[in-house]
């Protein structure tokens, strides 16, 4: 595979510059030479950076290739280069708002760093593909992750009469705005029913 990148590389390099030579190349196939080369250095797990390299490369000649600029954002998220893999993304966004491929991986890049949002990106999805699971169970886990980080309350709330809990719990009122950008996902409402549940709201639960 190393050798077979380092020939198609080599065809890249090699090509007639001249519009007038008989094998003269477009380019969008010099950009799918570029590609190819980093297809096959794809298959060696200690030759990431060339991947990238290539792939960098193939896009200064498809400025405007979303399927290409989403494989180069995906080489950089493997070569561990998050930030540049997200600027990549939002390239990618500014020639197509709507690449739903792009938003999912946006969201998920942000979602596995702190502080930063994935939740626009998620809801972006989910308003052109109300269905789409992956933005759904994406979004979910994200509001659940969040969940851990707030204050529970528990042995002060539970003694409070059941009408005042929708309004008193922190951890009620957070999964309830998530139920409503997540619709009955079920992770979310079994989480929500074991709060009530831990509060003795036996009804709500």
């Not at 950009?31 to 200064?60: F, I, M, P, Q």
């Not at 000649?61 to 493997?78: G, Q």
């Not at 699971?133 to 003694?159: M, N, P, V, W």
């Not at 922190?170 to 999964?175: S, V």
Request: aromatic share 6%; net charge negative.
């Amino acid at each position: 595979w190393d050798a077979a990148g380092d020939a198609w590389r080599e065809m890249a390099r090699r090509r007639p510059r001249s519009e007038k030579h008989p094998d003269y190349m477009t380019d969008a196939q010099v950009a799918a030479l570029w590609a190819h080369a980093a297809d096959c250095y794809g298959h060696s797990e200690y030759l990431n950076e060339e991947v990238v390299n290539c792939l960098r490369t193939a896009v200064k000649y498809a400025e405007d290739d979303v399927d290409m600029r989403a494989k180069l954002a995906d080489a950089l998220i493997e070569a561990d280069r998050k930030d540049a893999a997200e600027n990549e993304l939002v390239r990618i966004l500014e020639i197509d708002a709507e690449h739903i491929p792009s938003l999912l991986s946006l969201a998920a890049l942000r979602a596995s760093q702190w502080g930063n949002d994935p939740i626009t990106p998620f809801r972006q999805v989910l308003a052109l593909e109300p269905t789409n699971r992956e933005a759904r169970d994406g979004l979910a886990e994200y509001y659940l992750r969040q969940a851990e980080y707030l204050d529970r309350t528990e042995s002060i709330l539970s003694r409070l009469p059941n009408k005042l809990i929708k309004k008193t719990n922190p951890m009620i009122k957070h999964l309830q705005e998530a139920l409503e950008a997540v619709p009955n996902h079920p992770a979310l409402l079994m989480e929500l029913g074991t709060q009530y549940r831990a509060l003795g709201a036996k009804k709500e639960a």
